[in-house]
Antibody, heavy 119, light 110 residues
């Protein structure tokens, strides 16, 4: 059974760095073809793809946010970590992590974690 | 900048058929875009409906189907039901590891 769960602070201040952790089970990110992505959704707005990390440690970022994002994995802990620097109130959103399997199938999603940016 | 376009809203009658589309502001959508579709109701995480253009995710009813229509990806719901009233998002692969979501379509069933 595949599960993913996002964790991190519910509230961050402007200019701070956000660190989110996706803890998953039911698969290994060392298995060829496996990938994990982060996606966010501001309240009442559309989904936005943020970043992806692959089984071979390849990393990819949203064009508009790549200067602020870092994605990494700890295969032994079954975790993927996303950091976002210089947080702003417009970054207030629910952040989701997802597993990606063959044919770019975003097949399993976490429940998401709401991050509010406010002083 | 690449923008993925979707109809902001759509309405369908119960039992009716509706086709939502997903395009690009510049260029055409093809199977190489690996178009996928997601359904989301308020307060819930998205649910994957379709991936790789036309493959239904596990447990998704066959009244949902995906295709390429002209230069866009399409999601067709045949025999719409009340609980199909949701937001629908498409996701396209742009190459170089990057994916982009569309702005979403709010579907009303009435």
């Amino acid at each position: 059974q595949v599960t993913l769960k996002e964790s991190g602070p519910a509230l961050v201040k402007p200019t701070q760095t956000l660190t989110l952790t996706c803890t998953f089970s039911g698969f290994s990110l060392s298995t060829s073809g496996m990938r994990v992505s982060w996606i966010r959704q501001p309240p009442g707005k559309a989904l936005e793809w943020l970043a992806r990390i692959d089984w071979d440690d390849d990393k990819f970022y949203s064009t508009s946010l790549k200067t602020r994002l870092t994605i990494s994995k700890d295969t032994s802990k079954n975790q993927v970590v996303l950091t976002m620097t210089n947080m702003d109130p417009v970054d207030t959103a629910t952040y989701y992590c997802t597993r990606i399997s063959t044919s770019l199938n975003f097949d399993y999603w976490g429940l998401g974690t709401l991050v509010t940016v406010s002083s | 900048q690449t923008v993925v376009t979707q109809e902001p809203s759509f309405s369908v009658s119960p039992g009716g058929t509706v086709t939502l589309t997903c395009g690009l502001n510049s260029g055409s959508v093809s199977t190489s875009s690996y178009p996928s579709w997601y359904q989301q109701t308020p307060g819930q995480a998205p649910r994957t409906l379709i991936y790789s253009t036309n493959t239904r995710s596990s447990g998704v009813p066959d009244r949902f189907s995906g295709s390429i229509l002209g230069n866009k990806a399409a999601l067709t719901i045949t025999g719409a039901q009340a609980d199909d009233e949701s937001d629908y998002y498409c996701l396209l692969y742009m190459g170089s590891g990057i994916s982009v979501f569309g702005g979403g379509t709010r579907l009303t069933v009435l």
